[in-house]
């Protein structure tokens, strides 16, 4: 996808390394090194300094293909989620400026938002995040490098400062934690000059347009084949009919084939319909690539070591454990193959692998049932993993929230499905909610679904009224009815 826009250690050193100083014991330098400042490896290092292990975190950001660069904490707080979410509610606040005025509000003159302002308020959040994750840390005893890590053995860590000197640590165990990338269409021309990167794919596509057209910016959102792949397309539809409803703009079936720069500065971008074969363009100020991410492995030497990593990924290789081929090698979040790109699942990963190394705990990771949040207005929630050939009870509803009456605001795309099992007491599968909050609703839920929850269940808890999670315990319209699952009256 591709959104358019206009509108306090002492060092030695031994030849042409810098060692840390230390007794020479025969041990290593650290019980554990990780290697990537993320929320996961940040929680998985202090969850072992915390149980007594001797660790070290390596972080470096190399900068982008615009020369960013960024802080301690990973892509979640720096270029992802944290900076997401706060503009996404500067959009909801734009919405309710406008719902403002229909319960009362008197409000003079033009209400405009100014970019600066907000992007400025952001990163300085966003640094404060840096911080104190350094803080932290310091107070947990852990050592924080600003080094880019390589591997050189199983036990054995090159870093690599900016300035360009070497230094080299050792560990019993070693944890790669460094998350991936965002990539640029290579085969598209001026596709690197020109255009700038997202976090993810395309459901950051799908955020960053809308808390784009939610503070007035002229958006367009450019789709090759669907919108939201991998998720429940029933859902998907409805998230894209609500973007449309509020002034996104939709290129269905279309592949950019080239970008120029305009003497006036803009940007002509190129692209080829699909299904008509026909070509058209067209000029925007700003030019948002959101085509995936790549893992950040090529430049740990896992080649030369022999660690395993899909080919067709780039991805390691990873056991239940987060074991990769390599002994005292583990690997988790973003680059492990097969593993959700989910910041909460790398943290309760990293923290479950840390009792692990240290000998405290055997409990494995839990990827089944991972609840997945988007922040577009308003916000959707996916969380099912079924087998296709599973024909499974699905109860759905259309609802209205409360505060959209006043407003007289479209709710026409508020909509919950609850999938369970056909027979006994029906446990529920999974949970999809697309309204106001949705994020809020369903952690709740996912607990309950994590405890095996069932549709009786759901049927005998008591509503906290006037909410909208309450329309989840009052669902009982099935699809197989055929009835009319649109909520009428409190």
Avoid at 198 to 211: I, P
Wanted: glycine share 10%; with cysteine; hydrophobic share 35%.
């Amino acid at each position: 996808m591709a959104a358019l826009c206009r509108g306090s250690h002492r060092w030695k050193k031994i030849n042409s390394f810098h060692v840390l100083k230390r007794k020479l014991t025969g041990k290593h330098d650290y019980d554990l090194v990780v290697i990537g400042g993320g929320s996961g490896g940040l929680a998985c290092s202090k969850e072992a300094a915390q149980l007594g292990q001797k660790v070290a975190v390596l972080d470096y950001v190399d900068p982008s293909a615009k020369g960013t660069k960024w802080g301690l904490g990973g892509t979640c707080v720096n270029v992802g989620c944290i900076p997401k979410k706060l503009m996404h509610q500067a959009a909801l606040l734009g919405t309710a400026v406008k719902d403002a005025q229909r319960y009362g509000w008197q409000i003079s003159g033009t209400v405009s938002h100014d970019w600066a302002t907000m992007a400025e308020a952001v990163q300085n959040y966003v640094k404060s995040l840096n911080w104190g994750h350094r803080v932290q840390l310091q107070d947990k005893k852990v050592t924080y490098l600003n080094l880019k890590g390589t591997l050189v053995d199983k036990h054995t860590i090159r870093g690599l400062s900016k300035a360009g000197k070497e230094t080299i640590l050792t560990a019993k165990n070693i944890v790669l934690a460094t998350g991936g990338r965002p990539k640029y269409p290579s085969n598209v021309p001026g596709a690197l000059e020109h255009g700038i990167t997202t976090c993810s794919h395309s459901d950051v596509a799908l955020e960053c347009a809308g808390f784009l057209t939610g503070i007035g910016l002229d958006t367009t959102v450019m789709v090759r084949t669907i919108a939201l792949r991998g998720f429940d397309q029933q859902m998907a539809g409805l998230v894209t009919d609500h973007l449309e409803s509020y002034g996104t703009r939709f290129e269905w079936k279309s592949v950019p084939t080239r970008v120029e720069k305009l003497s006036s500065g803009a940007l002509k971008v190129t692209w080829t319909n699909t299904q008509t074969g026909c070509e058209h363009s067209d000029t925007f100020d700003s030019l948002l690539w959101a085509v995936g991410r790549a893992p950040e492995t090529k430049a740990l030497g896992l080649d030369k070591l022999g660690v395993q990593i899909s080919k067709e990924t780039g991805k390691i290789i990873v056991g239940p454990d987060e074991s990769s081929s390599l002994p005292n090698i583990y690997a988790f979040g973003d680059i492990g193959e097969g593993r959700p790109e989910l910041t909460p699942t790398a943290i309760k990963a990293g923290r479950l692998l840390a009792h692990r190394l240290a000998g405290r705990s055997s409990e494995l990771m839990n990827y089944d049932n991972v609840r997945h949040s988007g922040s577009r207005p308003p916000r959707v929630i996916h969380s099912l993993h079924l087998s296709t050939a599973y024909i499974p009870a699905v109860y759905h509803a259309f609802y209205k929230p409360l505060e959209f009456t006043v407003a007289q605001r479209d709710s026409s795309q508020c909509y919950i499905k609850v999938i369970c099992e056909r027979a006994g007491h029906q446990k529920i599968l999974g949970l999809h909610f697309l309204g106001p909050n949705a994020g809020e609703v369903l952690q709740g839920f996912s607990l309950a679904l994590q405890c095996g929850a069932t549709y009786r269940q759901l049927m005998q808890t008591v509503g906290i009224h006037p909410t909208s999670a309450e329309e989840l315990v009052k669902i009982n319209i099935t699809k197989r009815s055929g009835l009319d699952p649109t909520v009428t009256g409190c």
